[in-house]
């Protein structure tokens, strides 16, 4: 008896798959829109980036790429993006355990309050998380004055337009979109097998961490891949924030973009390595997803 | 619902839509911003007396200017407002057209192009808005150099300038205000204003300042005027000691609007008298000879406090604009 596949990304019964090219034909319609839609302007952005901006017929050239590594700005930028985006990824999949664990397995009063709450901010654009950070932790925030009033002392004043205030927001944004991911993965576990190990003597955590953990693997990594990707092209909140001296690779885009003088060789430089990281990664993770299923099939 | 009810429900609903929507005209003006010069006001007026909308939009002067080189060759905004170096770069790049609007004799020279590349609308001044409930006691601060007092340490606040305009013309302007003969003297001082900044905000603020989350913003005088006179803020406008820049803002028809009749008629109402008070109700002063109530003329800091304004000519602010954005990116939001 196979365990049933818990990961989003592959169909959900490997065993009787048949091979077979119908399925191909069926999606053409889908891969001639995915052509027009994203491989023609990825093409163009290809052929921008390997332009200079300020002599175009100079021919093609790596040096907007270069370009990223050797700026410390830029470089900056990138690697600030990689290390927010990691520990949001890894905070939001840690964090999002409990509540989608609780969603799946357990009734009770208010669960569909609670569910209608915890996934409201997916809605939002990154500005209003922005807006809100302000709000409650601005300068004058509510938070902080709160805590004056408590304690005659703003305490936590402004940390909003700091690093912490920063990885909070962004936190705030994905830890729903974290949840529903695995709670749609847990939601397919064989509930037989924890009753199994229960009747077989094994105690809560040693459930959760020999069955449960085993079998939900594939869906916690496609879960950090999916909000790693998120947050590194996501920037509306530092757009409100205005981190003093801190500077993320897509604000630098925006920045490159909109903010003439512009540089659109760099800024199509700079969405290639953002896209390219992104894609690798949830590909990565995906593989190695996909082997912890078949590890256990 | 049963579902012929619901086919009855979207007819009855597309038939109440499509004669609104279809009665509606639009103009499009890049860099609308409700709280800035009270293009909020000014737009709802004009609808109420025409029906045509004109819908807000949030982009700052740079970005207004980036978005319409992007789109020269689909132009999809009709009008452009901007302060006034920004605009006039982007008359040099061939955004615009020519237009002259209803009343364009009027406008005192210096402050139009000639052949109507770009005209003022109205002006304002840099100063320093205070909001005297959040400073909690301190003093307010009544010149650039004050500002330097650690005491304002995390309370300052002015514009991105590679965003804005108006932090843009601070920028720009803040070296011939104290003295200096080229950009030194400014960025020297920006660097020393630096250790008080809150934030450079790339949006716009105005509410920020009236809860006091920021507590002195550096930005056009009559944003901060009317913050407290309309909006009964605790508010405080200083016009700095050493003096100020004078900011023409400026509009100018884009070229290849998509409404461009639309666009003209709407253009020579921003400078009939109508739109010139309702600009001046918002303190910007208007480029237009209006007579104003005493009472709002009393509301204006006195014209002695103006005394020592620059005017920086348009031209070079803008043939240096490029540079000084890059400069402060560089010496001042934290190196490259």
């Known amino acids: ?297 | 619902m049963k579902p012929n009810r619901i086919v009855k429900f979207l007819a009855a609903a597309l038939l109440v839509a499509v004669p609104v929507l279809a009665a509606q005209t639009t103009v499009i003006q890049y860099d609308c911003i409700p709280n800035y010069a009270n293009w909020g006001g000014v737009t709802k007026a004009y609808q109420q007396k025409t029906g045509v909308v004109v819908p807000p939009d949030m982009k700052g002067s740079s970005p207004s200017m980036a978005a319409l080189e992007a789109e020269r060759n689909n132009p999809k905004a009709d009008c452009v407002y901007y302060s006034g170096a920004i605009g006039y770069q982007a008359a040099t790049k061939g955004l615009h057209d020519h237009y002259k609007p209803k009343g364009w004799d009027k406008i005192p020279a210096g402050l139009k192009d000639p052949n109507g590349a770009w005209w003022t609308v109205h002006t304002g001044h840099i100063a320093i808005l205070v909001n005297t409930a959040a400073l909690k006691g301190k003093p307010i601060p009544r010149s650039f150099a004050d500002l330097l007092n650690p005491i304002y340490k995390g309370m300052v606040v002015y514009d991105d300038p590679r965003f804005n305009g108006t932090g843009f013309t601070f920028v720009a302007g803040i070296s011939s205000v104290l003295g200096g003969k080229d950009l030194t003297a400014g960025f020297d001082y920006l660097k020393k204003l630096d250790a008080n900044i809150l934030k450079y905000n790339k949006d716009n603020i105005y509410n920020e300042l009236l809860r006091g989350e920021v507590p002195i913003w550096i930005n056009a005088d009559g944003n901060g005027l009317k913050a407290k006179h309309v909006d009964k803020g605790s508010i405080e406008v200083v016009i700095p000691a050493e003096g100020t820049i004078t900011m023409p803002l400026v509009m100018a028809l884009v070229k290849g609007a998509p409404h461009k009749e639309e666009a003209r008629k709407y253009l020579d109402w921003l400078l009939g008298s109508e739109a010139q008070s309702l600009m001046a109700e918002s303190f910007f002063q208007p480029v237009m000879p209006v007579k104003l109530s005493p009472e709002l003329q009393a509301k204006f800091p006195p014209k002695s406090a103006y005394a020592k304004a620059k005017v920086i000519p348009l031209d070079r602010m803008a043939a240096q604009a490029d540079e000084i954005k890059k400069r402060w990116e560089k010496e001042i939001d934290g190196g490259r």
Not at chain 1, 42 to 57: F, I, K, N
Not at chain 1, 88 to 111: D, E, M
Not at chain 1, 170 to 199: G, V
């Open chain 1, 1 to 297: 008896m196979p365990i049933r596949d818990s990961s989003c990304a592959l169909p959900a019964n490997r065993v009787g798959e048949r091979r077979t090219v119908a399925p191909l034909l069926l999606c053409l319609p889908l891969l001639l829109l995915l052509l027009a839609l994203l491989l023609r302007p990825l093409a163009h952005l290809l052929h921008q980036s390997l332009l200079l901006t300020d002599a175009p017929t100079a021919g093609i050239t790596l040096h907007n790429y270069l370009e990223i590594a050797a700026v410390p700005r830029y470089r900056r930028a990138l690697l600030w993006s990689l290390e927010l985006s990691l520990a949001v990824a890894a905070g939001s999949t840690a964090i999002c355990l409990a509540p989608a664990w609780l969603f799946t397995r357990y009734r009770f009063p208010g669960k569909r309050l609670m569910r209608g709450i915890l996934t409201l901010p997916m809605t939002f654009s990154g500005m209003i998380v922005g807006f809100l950070m302000v709000i409650m932790l601005g300068r004058a925030g509510f938070v902080p004055q709160f805590l004056e009033s408590l304690t005659g002392r703003p305490l936590l004043s402004g940390v909003g337009y700091q690093f912490p205030g920063l990885v909070l927001a962004y936190l705030y944004f994905e830890i729903p979109r974290a949840t529903l991911t695995l709670e749609s993965a847990l939601a397919k576990l064989d509930s037989r097998l924890e009753q199994a190990a229960r009747s077989l003597g094994a105690g809560h955590w040693q459930r959760f961490r020999l069955v449960v953990l085993p079998t939900i693997w594939p869906a916690l990594l496609s879960t950090f891949a999916v909000t790693f990707s998120v947050s590194l092209g996501s920037f509306g909140v530092l757009l409100v924030l205005s981190i003093r001296r801190f500077t993320l690779l897509p604000l630098e885009i925006f920045t490159q973009y909109l903010a003439p003088p512009s540089d659109h060789g760099i800024a199509a430089a700079m969405s290639l390595t953002l896209l390219t990281i992104a894609f690798a990664t949830g590909y990565g993770l995906r593989r190695l997803a996909g082997r912890g299923e078949i590890r256990h099939a």
